[in-house]
């Protein structure tokens, strides 16, 4: 079973800049899908960025030219980058690979 491990979420205030983690257990190279999902209190499981293993990305609107997503196959992690943080970004933000999700890791943006 492929283990997910989100960290780097936190409180900001707004304007602000967090980078989010998100190590397997396993190797991620087999992974073509992987990116962050969020969801906000009483609002759907809403996409943020994927990426493939050949590196394209997508972004929802909400977060294009704020958020960036990489990964680094090397050290079985993909990072969220995100900048310029607005209080709607507030959420738990999930990662996923394939079919296995992480635990989720609490971003709180005031204003």
């Known amino acids: 079973q492929v283990q997910l491990v989100e960290s780097g979420g936190g409180l900001v205030q707004a304007g602000g800049s967090l980078r989010l983690s998100c190590t397997s257990s396993?190797?991620?190279?087999?992974?073509?899908?992987m990116g962050w999902y969020r969801q906000a209190p009483g609002k759907q499981r809403e996409l943020v960025a994927g990426?493939?293993?050949?590196?394209?990305?997508n972004y929802a609107d909400s977060v294009k030219g704020r958020f960036t997503i990489s990964r680094d196959n090397a050290e079985n992690t993909v990072y969220l980058q995100m900048n310029s943080l607005k209080p709607e970004d507030t959420a738990i933000y999930f990662c996923?690979?394939?079919?296995?999700w992480g635990q989720g890791t609490q971003v709180t943006v005031s204003s």
């Open positions: 996923y690979a394939y079919v296995y």
């Open positions: 396993e190797s991620i190279f087999s992974f073509n899908a």
């Open positions: 990426i493939t293993s050949g590196g394209t990305t």
